[in-house]
Each structure stands twice: as C-alpha cells, then as structure tokens.
C-alpha cells in the first residue's frame, strides 16, 4: 500500500503548540516532495506548507510564517509541521501529500501533489 499517515493532531489553547507529522507507508518519504494543507469546515482545501525532496527547500504561506516550521526525519521516514502560537482560525483538518515528480523546488498550491492522506483534526479553542 502507498499511504502518507497524518498523526499529532488535537485540542489545544490558543497559543498553544502542537507537531502533527505525516508518515509514509509503503514507500520512502525522502523521495517526495510533501506539503501541507488544511480545510476549515465549510472552507476550501488551502495550502499551508512545503517541503522539497531535494536541498530541503521549504515554503509557507503568509498566514503561518513565522509559526509553523516544516521538517523531515529521514530516519523515520516523517514530515513533521511544528505548529506555535496557534490561533483559533487555524482550526481545520490537515492533510500531507506527496509529489514525487517535483523535487528542487515545492509549492503550496497543492495541484501536483498525486498522494494524499487523510488527515487529522487540529482545533484551537478556549
């Protein structure tokens, strides 16, 4: 099976952290380039985050710079997006997907990336 496993979703404070990762299953996250993307309830899918396969290029968008940071641990074949001073608008699902076609460079508009996961729920309440 080709899967990316979403995990590290939860409730948390506003101002609060949490570290969602996304797992490759099947297959070795270090030749993809992965991205990052929620979706509110109601709201379109909208990306968040990238990272490339090669050189480790990142990007994000201008409503998380300079909170979240994007990772990966090869050795445990995971992308991680470290997520601080969270705000409740960033409640949403996220999702991880992979492209292996593009790898020197990533982009957040999600439309060539060919594997997605499932998600997992963050919500930022009081």
């Known amino acids: 099976q080709l899967k990316l496993v979403e995990s590290g979703g939860g409730l948390v404070q506003p101002g609060g952290s949490l570290r969602p990762s996304c797992a490759g299953s099947g297959f070795t996250l270090d030749s993809y380039t992965i991205g990052w993307s929620g979706q509110a309830p109601g709201k379109e899918r909208e990306g968040v985050s990238c990272i490339s396969s090669r050189f480790g290029r990142t990007y994000y968008a201008d409503s998380v710079a300079g909170r979240f940071t994007i990772s990966r641990d090869n050795a445990k074949n995971t992308v991680y997006l470290q997520m601080n001073s969270l705000k409740p608008e960033d409640t949403a699902v996220y999702y991880c997907?992979?492209?292996?076609?593009?790898?020197?460079?990533?982009?957040?508009?999600?439309?060539?990336?060919?594997?997605w996961g499932q998600g997992t729920q963050v919500t930022v309440s009081s």
């Open positions: 997907a992979g492209d292996q076609q593009t790898i020197y460079s990533c982009s957040i508009a999600m439309g060539s990336y060919e594997h």
